[in-house]
């Protein structure tokens, strides 16, 4: 009788940690938990509804782990009718770290573990598989349970598409059935297609982490849910087309800080996410049946088993591809870790629960099944509407497929006019098209080409080449007016190790005018470096970011001013390098552009008495203007000596001086005689009107239209403004307070979108927007999180990355950072709304926000490196 306490406390935990629907028109219950199912991964159901999952008795097993050696496929059969699993046997058993399984048309089983990929059949139908046939295997050093294979979808030719995770960067060989031979290494996660009998294998796309599962859609749109590296959220849900490359490199590190590494389409020539998913994703089915309410039919489904929740995805049109957001139908507590899901002949769902946050084997597991409370009426969905390209005829799916077949009716010309698309997908399948029909002397010509978007897809497809000719372009391109081409040259001088380029690279370094490009520079260099010197390889658990490259250079003695410049613009001001006595020795310098950029990172210094030194350089009569005025911007008017300076540089001559002094008097607490003097200053200096009424009075004028008018405020914002003095707006904790979370040209925040290339991506208008209206559209990666936690907290914010002890670093609407640790978090669902302020405008007079515009607008003339997809 020793077994009833165990089994009675552990059918109370089930009851305790069941999962909740969200959805008040679905039903979530218990099918099946241990100990007569234990640790479920993959799952899925077959054509006579009974339900086969991996039962795992080898992932991160323990010495003493009591259960058979080797991982089961369970089949699990509702006999009666009761909603829970009353038969349950073994379809197949032997092997190790499997992964996942999907069933095929004709009722077989396609199986994948870490190292290999097989097909069973149960030929004489007792519920047992008794034909193994080898689909695939990988050969690899790599041995980490679950960043290997898995999979799977099937296409509507009955082609199989499947996994394989970062393999924590070691050389592998992928080998089909009928021999054919893949090899790599160090080039992050892949997908790949073969025949239903595992031959014809090829890669499909690259860049991924650890694309855990995948699905098609009714329409033979492929997706896959793809897990984050250690300090690049979020998780992500893609549209994963033919050549597609989505950003990710184990090469250069874990976190995916690095300068070559792409999240969202950032770098030339990757591809956007659809949207962010919960974390950890493991599962994927697009939902096609008719079980749920009728609005579930053409959405994705995902698990997330870091979130404890499953989410739906809604599809909405986006050029060639889509976006989304996360809508949570199901959630649950700590105990809630939803791995596989998989769709029943009834349209419900059955979900696996690994139940326990620990990888290692721990003897828990259940599985959930979601299903209607009543039966939804029978309804069937029109397609999605396809929305018409702007500049040219024809859909843009169809173009886009089109164009990779390179069979496009205006051929050549059609693919090249293709790469000025706005849509990203759309160049893709440009430059797939021209892959295909262009060899090494035709790609060089492309690559020399007048025309820029041209040139870029040339080296593109050229530095993806075997061809040891290929590399020929590289001197034109390094040297390449256009910085997207310069940047993409230099990602493939270091990622190919061209030592004979080394020179140039040098050179960029105090040509390069955005900070990717300087970030780009320094990583090549080290990366040429490390590859002088193997026996020192980088170790990707120590990634240096972008900023170590950074405080490397500025830090060297030989380091020439020009460079140390910039160096000190991209380095954040809290970095452990600039201490008081560095910066003090910067602020002397005879280099003028050295010492503003000491200044202003002196006033967000925290050391002990950085303030009292910007006070001093705020009172400085002998100090340039420009100089002093970033100083001034520095003084946070709590000290009576600061408000005496203060006030009295807002009734000097100096009209720069007056209003930054009038921008950090805001929110400062005045006697009734200074705000005298304030008003006395107004009434003799009408420009200066508006600024004193904002330090008085602290809210815009009431005749301000609202933040949804925005044709009234397009109309009070048409004339220009004073780029300079938008900078300042932009950087003032007072004002605008932009660079907390933005940066601009290397300074400020990596919270939110760099900002540098605006206007490149948004037109006045949306510009406006964006600032009154920001949640009106979110980029993927900026998605907010509302937590509950523990201790009854109810926090909001971005969520910016978490440690290898699970702690989670955020970011506020202020820019404020706040960790939690792993037991701190009761709940976190995505948020609706911007972690940004709505009307922004609220905190800036008129003047302030055309200076604003104009300043920001005034980054794309000449600057930046124009991401693959706009964010926001």
């Known amino acids: ?188 996660g892949n997908i790949y297609r073969c025949r239903p009998d595992g031959s014809g294998l090829r890669r499909l796309a690259t860049g991924f982490w650890n694309p855990f599962h995948l699905a098609f859609d009714a329409f033979g749109h492929l997706f896959a849910v793809d897990n984050d590296p250690d ?22 590190g874990r976190k995916g800080l690095h300068p070559f590494t792409a999240w969202n389409g950032e770098l030339p020539g ?16 697009a939902y096609e049946s008719d079980g749920l309410p009728s609005d579930y ?15 739906r995805f809604q599809l909405e049109r986006r050029g060639a591809s889509f976006t989304s957001r996360a809508v949570p139908f199901v959630t649950g507590g700590e105990n809630f870790r939803p791995v596989g899901i998989a769709v029943a002949p009834d349209g419900s769902l059955y979900i696996s629960d690994w139940v326990d946050k620990s990888y290692t084997l721990h003897g828990k597991g259940r599985i959930w099944r979601v299903r209607a409370k009543q039966p939804p009426a029978q309804t069937r969905p029109a397609e999605r509407p396809e929305v018409e390209s702007p500049d040219e005829g024809g859909l843009p799916m169809a173009r886009a497929a089109a164009l990779r077949q390179a069979d496009h009716a205006a051929g050549e010309e059609a693919l090249l006019r293709a790469l000025h698309d706005v849509d990203p997908f759309i160049r893709q399948a440009a430059r797939e098209g021209l892959r295909r029909v262009s060899d090494t002397p035709k790609l060089r010509a492309l690559a020399a080409s007048d025309d820029a978007a041209v040139r870029l897809a040339g080296l593109l497809i050229l530095r993806e080449s075997t061809d040891a000719q290929a590399a020929r372009a590289l001197p034109k391109l390094l040297a390449d007016a256009d910085p997207d081409i310069r940047f993409a040259a230099v990602q493939w001088v270091a990622e190919a190790a061209l030592a004979e380029h080394r020179p140039r690279i040098e050179a960029l370094l105090a040509e390069s005018g955005t900070r990717a490009l300087f970030e780009g520079c320094l990583a090549a260099l080290e990366r040429l470096d490390r590859a002088a010197n193997p026996a020192a390889p980088l170790d990707p658990n120590k990634e240096m970011a972008g900023e170590e490259y950074v405080a490397r250079l500025l830090m060297a003695e030989a380091t020439p001013p020009i460079i140390r410049t ?55 009569a002998a100090l340039p203007g420009r100089l002093r005025a970033e100083a001034v911007m520095g003084l946070s008017g709590q000290r009576p000596a ?119 991506v948004l037109d006045r208008r949306r510009l406006v ?33 978490e440690n290898a002890g699970g702690d989670q670093t955020y970011a506020d609407a202020e820019g404020r950072l706040f960790t939690l640790g792993p037991g701190e978090i009761d709940q976190r669902q995505p948020h609706s ?40």
């Open 769 to 801: 927007e964006s600032i009154l209206q920001p949640s009106q559209e979110i980029a993927p990666q900026f998605v907010a999180y509302t937590l509950a936690t523990t201790d009854g907290r109810t926090l909001t914010g971005l969520l910016l990355g």
């Open 231 to 252: 300090s690049r959220p979020p998780c992500r849900l893609l549209h994963v087309v033919p050549g597609g490359d989505y950003g990710y490199r184990f090469r250069n």
């Open 642 to 760: 600061d408000i005496e300076l203060l006030l009295a540089l807002a009734g000097g001559k100096d009209r720069t001086l007056r209003d930054e002094a009038l921008r950090s008097l805001r929110n400062t607490e005045l006697s009734d005689e200074q705000r005298a003097e304030l008003l006395r200053l107004a009434n003799r200096d009408p420009a200066a009107a508006a600024l004193v009424e904002r330090v008085l009075q602290g809210a815009p004028p009431k005749s301000s239209p609202p933040p949804e008018d925005l044709s009234a405020w397009l109309r009070l914002l048409a004339e220009s403004g004073d780029a300079e003095a938008g900078e300042r707006v932009f950087f003032h904790p007072k004002a605008a307070g932009c660079y907390r979370c933005h940066q601009v040209d290397g300074r400020g925040g990596r919270i939110g979108p760099d900002l540098t290339t605006t206007a490149r």
């Open 1 to 188: 009788m020793n077994w009833i306490a165990p089994l009675f406390l552990s059918l109370l935990g089930a009851a305790a940690d069941a999962p909740q629907a969200t959805d008040s028109r679905l039903v979530v219950e218990r099918f099946v938990a241990e100990p007569d199912l234990v640790t479920p991964t993959g799952i899925a159901v077959d054509h006579r509804g009974r339900v086969l999952v991996i039962e795992s008795h080898t992932h991160f097993r323990p010495d003493d782990y009591p259960g058979p050696p080797a991982d089961r496929i369970r089949m699990l059969e509702d006999t009666d009718g009761d909603g829970r699993a009353d038969r349950i046997s073994t379809f197949f058993e032997g092997t190790r770290l499997t992964m996942n399984l999907a069933v095929y048309a004709d009722g077989s089983v396609y199986v994948a573990t870490r190292n290999e990929l097989f097909r069973l059949r149960d030929s004489d139908g007792d519920g047992r598989a008794d034909q193994r046939t080898p689909i695939a295997r990988l050969d690899t050093p790599g041995n980490y349970p679950h960043n290997g294979l898995s999979g799977f979808a099937f296409d509507a030719s009955g082609d199989v598409y499947f996994g394989l995770g970062e393999n924590l960067g070691a050389e592998y060989r992928l080998i089909g059935s009928d021999g054919t031979t893949l090899h790599g290494g160090g080039e992050g």
């Open 270 to 285: 990757t591809l956007p996410m659809v949207a962010g998913t919960g974390e950890a994703p493991s599962g994927i089915v």
């Open 297 to 311: 039919r053409g959405q994705l489904l995902v698990t997330s088993w870091g979130d404890h929740r499953l989410d």
């Open 833 to 872: 709304k911007s972690i940004m302020p709505d009307n922004l405008s609220g905190a800036l007079t008129l003047e302030e926000f055309r200076d604003l515009l104009t300043f920001l607008q005034a980054q794309a003339s000449d600057r930046g490196r124009g991401a693959e997809t706009a964010t926001r």
């Open 566 to 620: 910039r160096a000190l613009r991209m380095l954040r001001p809290t970095h452990p390098a600039l201490s008081l006595d560095r910066l003090k020795q910067w602020l002397s310098a005879s280099d003028e552009a050295l010492r503003m950029e000491a200044i202003r990172t002196l006033r967000e210094s925290s050391a002990p008495d950085a303030q009292q030194l910007v006070a001093e350089l705020a009172g400085n």
